[in-house]
């Protein structure tokens, strides 16, 4: 069979799972590659909730710290920190979707050039916005912020870092995760504690 006749015969084929494809596509497959038809009966996501975010400032002020520390491994004379190369480092890292920039610097809020869009061009906001990928808005102890650091029912290559959700870190954590900017406010225009880090 010739080079131009094989080329000829797959043509219909490839433009029937072509259109196989867009049909699937304009059912509105969900994130991930979903069933366009749902979840299977037996699983029940709660809604999620929409038109929120967290606060950039508490999270600069009080959250990015806990990623940069070096924090002592349970049960070892050792620290690490999030940050490191072999753990969520941006260039290195070889923990998943979350990543830390160590060397972020802090964005002056009360500078009128800091507008929305240079602060989401700083490593800060790209610490920020990998951070808030991790939280699950409608089941908070459910957010890998929380829950792989605890290694609760999940794996964590970095292993136990936090002992119990009594650890000042994880209080911290928790507190920026319930304390969510009300509908309609952005990141940039909500501090739900300004000057501090309350846990509570």
């Given at each position: 069979?010739?080079?131009?006749?094989?080329?000829?015969?797959?043509?219909?084929?490839?433009?029937?799972?072509?259109?196989?494809?867009?049909?699937?596509?304009?059912?509105?497959t969900?994130?991930?590659?979903?069933s366009?038809?749902?979840?299977?009966?037996?699983?029940?996501n709660?809604?999620?909730?929409?038109?929120?975010?967290?606060?950039?400032?508490?999270f600069?002020?009080c959250?990015?710290?806990?990623?940069?520390?070096?924090?002592?491994?349970?049960?070892?004379?050792?620290?690490?920190?999030?940050?490191?190369?072999?753990?969520?480092?941006?260039?290195?890292?070889?923990?998943?979707?979350?990543?830390?920039?160590?060397s972020?610097?802090?964005?002056?809020?009360?500078?009128?050039?800091?507008?929305a869009?240079v602060?989401?061009?700083?490593?800060?906001?790209?610490n920020?916005?990998?951070?808030?990928?991790?939280v699950?808005?409608?089941?908070?102890?459910?957010?890998?912020?929380?829950?792989?650091?605890?290694?609760?029912?999940?794996?964590?290559?970095?292993?136990?870092?936090?002992?119990?959700?009594?650890?000042?870190?994880?209080?911290?954590?928790?507190?920026?995760?319930?304390?969510?900017?009300?509908?309609?406010?952005?990141?940039?225009?909500?501090?739900?504690?300004?000057?501090?880090?309350?846990?509570?």
């Open positions: 069979m010739t080079q131009e006749l094989a080329s000829t015969r797959r043509t219909p084929t490839l433009l029937k799972w072509a259109g196989v494809c867009a049909a699937v596509l304009s059912l509105g969900g994130c991930g590659g979903g366009p038809l749902g979840n299977p009966p037996n699983v029940n709660e809604e999620a909730r929409g038109g929120q975010s967290l606060s950039f400032a508490y600069q002020r959250i990015n710290p806990i990623f940069i520390a070096q924090l002592p491994i349970p049960g070892t004379a050792t620290t690490n920190t999030c940050a490191g190369s072999g753990c969520h480092d941006n260039a290195a890292g070889t923990g998943g979707a979350f990543r830390v920039i160590a972020a610097a802090v964005v002056d809020l009360a500078n009128p050039a800091n507008t869009d602060i989401r061009s700083t490593d800060m906001y790209k920020f916005y990998s951070s808030q990928g991790e699950v808005f409608t089941a908070i102890s459910q957010s890998r912020l929380i829950s792989k650091p605890l290694v609760r029912n999940v794996l964590h290559g970095g292993g136990l870092i936090f002992e119990t959700d009594l650890d000042n870190n994880v209080r911290l954590l928790m507190y920026w995760m319930t304390h969510p900017a009300p509908v309609g406010q952005s990141e940039f225009s909500y501090d739900p504690a300004p000057g501090t880090c309350p846990t509570q």
